[in-house]
């Protein structure tokens, strides 16, 4: 499987951003799917996560604000962020699996991994 992450930018914040993340190779229905993000000096951290059922998980510090969704058919997974603030700012990468065990956010647990996306959100 194959990666590719896109819609990243510079916005204000309280503006709105939709991240993609387009799937090549493998079927993509049949992955646990999953975004993450890396701010300056940072470790990288688990932001959602959408299992192959389609049961969704999100971060505490992002749970009211992102969405995460896929399209199968096109085999697109998205991040809508609303309000973003400036703590929000990172590489977002999108990362694919096939989960051993009832937990999301264990980057280990992701095979497959997009080469990010920036998003800067300015004060």
């Known amino acids: 499987v194959q990666l590719l992450e896109s819609g990243g930018g510079l916005v204000q914040a309280g503006d709105s951003l939709k991240l993609s993340c387009a799937a090549s190779?493998?079927?993509?229905?049949?992955?646990?799917m999953g975004w993450f993000r890396q701010a300056p000096g940072k470790e990288r951290e688990f932001v959602a996560a959408?299992?192959?059922?389609?049961?969704?998980y999100l971060a505490d510090s992002v749970k009211d604000r992102f969405t995460i969704s896929r399209d199968i058919a096109k085999k697109v997974l998205f991040l809508q962020m609303n309000s973003l603030k400036p703590e929000d700012t990172a590489v977002y990468f999108c990362?694919?699996?096939?989960?051993?065990?009832?937990?999301?956010?264990?980057?280990?647990?992701?095979?497959?991994w997009g080469q990010g996306t920036q998003v800067t959100v300015s004060s």
């Open positions: 190779g493998r079927s993509f229905s049949g992955y646990d």
């Open positions: 959408i299992r192959f059922t389609g049961t969704t």
């Open positions: 990362a694919a699996g096939i989960l051993r065990t009832a937990a999301v956010q264990p980057q280990e647990a992701y095979v497959f």
